[in-house]
């Protein structure tokens, strides 16, 4: 016996067997610069909590990345020139409208903590800063516009380096009065100081300001506004699956880890 195909499966058939001869969408990669000394949320070996939620990000939509591992303030021109098509993490600031277009929603939000060497404490506000107080900040970050403003009130004098960790360096043996280090749940200031090797020798006094980091897209180059909405659509699902989130609670487990490594390791060599 025959059975008769009625009208309605015939597309649906032909549409079968287009899709079983179809080839699966290729995936794109890009090329995209991340910074080299902000860990753990972006590392010199390319790793990091910010990396991390950006490459699961964009694999939610069919992209891959190559990262460029890049000092920050490198790798904020290279947007802003329209010669990378994006950087990991990049905040507001004036010099940067209309020429860079930030994701969405950020990938964390920084608040900054100020270190002293207890030989020279600190006055507990930065209105109180005596003229001339040396801080050191790092080379091309956007830092909180309110507390910039308030340490030029007070006469403070800004020392740029590549990284927290010197900073902190600096400050240990009397080179600066104060240091900056920008924290959130996965990167506290003491996990910093051990990084450095300053724990003891330095301390955090007060905290200022909150700032959101988000991924740039240079609006210079022509794709950075495309690929800003495609990432935007992968953030959101990372975000709604709870991927971020495990993401997050990995990081934070691993630097709990390396802290108590660190402290067993001084423990011992005592």
Aim: with cysteine.
């Amino acid at each position: 016996m025959q059975l008769r195909r009625g009208p309605s499966q015939l597309p649906a058939l032909a549409l079968l067997a287009l899709l079983a001869g179809a080839e699966p969408p290729r995936r794109e990669t890009i090329d995209i610069g991340v910074e080299d000394a902000a860990a753990p949320w972006s590392q010199a070996d390319g790793t990091g909590y910010a990396n991390d939620v950006a490459r699961a990000a964009f694999a939610a939509v069919g992209v891959d990345l190559r990262m460029h591992v890049l000092p920050y303030a490198r790798c904020k021109q290279h947007v802003v020139r329209g010669e990378l098509i994006a950087c990991v993490s990049m905040s507001p600031a004036p010099e940067l409208d209309g020429v860079v277009r930030f994701s969405a929603k950020p990938l964390f939000v920084f608040a900054c903590d100020f270190f002293e060497n207890p030989a020279r404490p600190l006055p507990p506000r930065i209105a109180d800063f005596r003229p001339g107080t040396r801080v050191g900040t790092v080379l091309g970050y956007e830092y909180p516009l309110e507390m910039m403003e308030a340490l030029r009130r007070s006469g403070a004098v800004l020392e740029a380096t590549p990284m927290e960790e010197l900073n902190l360096r600096k400050l240990a043996v009397g080179r600066l009065d104060a240091a900056i280090v920008n924290r959130d749940a996965v990167k506290s200031p003491d996990w910093v100081a051990a990084r450095a090797g300053v724990t003891g020798k330095v301390r955090s006094v007060f905290r200022t300001g909150g700032m959101p980091a988000y991924v740039g897209f240079s609006l210079v180059h022509r794709g950075g506004a495309a690929l800003a909405a495609r990432f935007d659509a992968g953030h959101a699902r990372i975000i709604a699956s709870g991927e971020r989130d495990r993401i997050q609670r990995r990081w934070i487990a691993r630097n709990a880890s390396a802290g108590a490594t660190r402290a067993a390791t001084r423990a011992t060599t005592r």
